[in-house]
């Protein structure tokens, strides 16, 4: 796998890093001069000096024979060119970009880049995961493969409490992969029997989040 | 008469934003540093304001700057800021996202203004106007002749 990673900054490096040691061909762009400097003492040819939104620098890279492009850099609108020109100028078919900025995610919808990715986003995940304020968590979503992933608390009185998992009327297209209690995790079987308190983790198809999540509110 | 609507008001946004609004047009500027507004009004009789002009403060890739721009009402947008990158992706913002008829973007590089006009952006290039200038002041042969 050929892979082009344009942004050196924290998150373009240890990705190049990452990559390397997993064997990868990498090579990483850098249009800071002395950033470049800096990573070319340690990484050598793997890293290029130059503009990553200029085409002739992503030629120059190689990128007609990239599996992967990886948009990294601290510019919300230069990560969309460069994923946009990657997918529509060169045909490459995998690309992954950073959002820095949350309130541009619209923007790289609007543009159909995906998937993107907003540290952001990720880490207030975290804190709705650790801080069990939030009845509902969104841990994983999977647009291309049309997954999600929820994490929901089992609310005294709702229909799913005292209930067998196999007894719950979840609807097609969805099922409970684990669940949570006493500050540890399993993989429920069908007797299992699922108390308030509990949080149990569902994979679902997108659209069903309402229908599952009734199961595990408490009566209204 | 329409509505204007341009991101950027530099030396060519805000020419280009004087010389509509004196040619009867509605002209709203969007630019996020205060000052670029000294430019509108640098040399005129009166304000930009005073002369019918709209001004707005802000970051032009944010969505609410853009609609108290007016760019929901737009007929043109203009994107003439000093970034390619980000006149690029506001314009297709504009053409996608508000529908505005009538899109025009400056771009400097002039491989990515040629690509992107291809896939239908109007884009003009000052990089190659001012390369054909000076060839044709030089009396270069035109390529491919």
């Given at each position: 796998?050929?892979?082009?990673?344009?942004?050196?900054?924290?998150?373009?490096?240890?990705?190049t890093?990452?990559?390397?040691?997993?064997?990868?061909?990498v090579?990483?762009?850098?249009?800071?001069?002395?950033?470049?400097?800096?990573?070319?003492?340690e990484?050598?040819?793997?890293?290029?000096?130059?503009?990553?939104?200029?085409?002739?620098?992503?030629?120059?890279?190689?990128?007609?024979?990239?599996?992967?492009?990886?948009?990294?850099?601290?510019?919300d609108?230069?990560?969309?060119?460069?994923?946009?020109?990657?997918?529509?100028?060169?045909?490459?078919?995998?690309?992954?970009?950073r959002?820095?900025?949350?309130?541009?995610?619209?923007?790289?919808?609007?543009?159909?880049?995906r998937?993107?990715?907003?540290?952001?986003?990720l880490?207030?995940?975290?804190?709705?995961?650790?801080?069990?304020?939030?009845g509902?968590?969104?841990?994983?979503?999977?647009?291309?493969?049309?997954l999600?992933?929820?994490?929901?608390?089992?609310?005294?009185?709702?229909?799913?409490?005292?209930?067998?998992?196999?007894?719950?009327?979840?609807p097609e297209?969805?099922?409970?992969?684990?669940?949570?209690?006493?500050?540890?995790?399993?993989?429920?079987?069908?007797?299992?029997?699922?108390y308030?308190?509990?949080?149990?983790?569902?994979?679902?198809?997108?659209?069903?989040e309402?229908?599952?999540?009734?199961?595990?509110?408490?009566?209204? | 008469?329409?509505?204007?609507?341009i991101?950027?008001?530099?030396?060519?946004g805000?020419?280009?934003?004087?010389?509509?609004?004196a040619?009867?047009?509605?002209?709203?500027?969007?630019?996020?540093?205060?000052?670029?507004?000294e430019?509108?009004?640098?040399?005129?009789?009166?304000?930009?304001?005073g002369a019918?002009?709209?001004?707005?403060?802000?970051?032009?890739?944010?969505?609410?700057?853009?609609?108290?721009?007016?760019?929901?009402?737009?007929?043109?947008f203009?994107?003439?800021?000093?970034?390619?990158?980000?006149?690029?992706?506001?314009?297709?913002?504009?053409?996608?996202?508000?529908?505005?008829?009538?899109?025009?973007?400056r771009?400097?590089?002039?491989a990515?203004?040629?690509?992107y006009s291809?896939?239908?952006?109007?884009?003009?290039?000052?990089?190659?106007?001012?390369?054909?200038?000076?060839?044709?002041?030089?009396?270069?042969?035109?390529?491919?002749?």
């Amino acid at each position: 796998m050929y892979a082009v990673v344009i942004g050196g900054g924290k998150v373009g490096l240890n990705l190049t890093r990452e990559l390397l040691a997993k064997g990868t061909e990498v090579t990483l762009i850098e249009s800071r001069r002395d950033r470049y400097l800096r990573m070319d003492a340690e990484l050598g040819f793997v890293v290029q000096y130059g503009d990553g939104t200029e085409l002739w620098v992503l030629e120059r890279a190689g990128i007609q024979r990239a599996d992967l492009v990886v948009a990294v850099t601290g510019d919300d609108e230069d990560n969309i060119l460069i994923c946009q020109i990657a997918r529509d100028k060169y045909q490459v078919d995998r690309f992954i970009s950073r959002v820095n900025n949350p309130r541009n995610r619209q923007y790289f919808e609007l543009l159909d880049i995906r998937p993107a990715f907003s540290a952001t986003d990720l880490i207030l995940r975290l804190i709705e995961h650790e801080v069990p304020d939030y009845g509902l968590v969104h841990l994983l979503d999977l647009p291309e493969e049309q997954l999600e992933v929820i994490e929901i608390v089992v609310c005294e009185g709702c229909r799913a409490a005292g209930l067998e998992v196999q007894q719950l009327e979840l609807p097609e297209g969805s099922i409970v992969i684990s669940v949570l209690r006493d500050e540890g995790g399993f993989v429920p079987k069908g007797d299992t029997v699922i108390y308030a308190g509990d949080e149990v983790l569902v994979c679902l198809d997108p659209g069903l989040e309402s229908q599952v999540t009734a199961l595990f509110e408490a009566a209204k | 008469m329409s509505f204007v609507l341009i991101v950027g008001s530099g030396r060519v946004g805000s020419t280009v934003a004087r010389n509509l609004l004196a040619a009867g047009h509605e002209v709203s500027v969007l630019d996020g540093d205060p000052l670029s507004h000294e430019r509108l009004d640098a040399g005129q009789d009166s304000t930009w304001e005073g002369a019918g002009g709209r001004f707005t403060i802000g970051q032009a890739i944010e969505r609410d700057a853009l609609v108290e721009a007016g760019i929901e009402n737009a007929d043109v947008f203009i994107a003439s800021t000093n970034g390619d990158n980000t006149n690029l992706t506001i314009a297709q913002i504009a053409q996608k996202m508000f529908n505005v008829p009538r899109v025009m973007v400056r771009v400097m590089d002039p491989a990515r203004a040629e690509w992107y006009s291809a896939q239908g952006l109007e884009t003009i290039c000052p990089t190659s106007y001012a390369v054909q200038m000076f060839e044709k002041a030089l009396e270069l042969p035109k390529e491919g002749s």
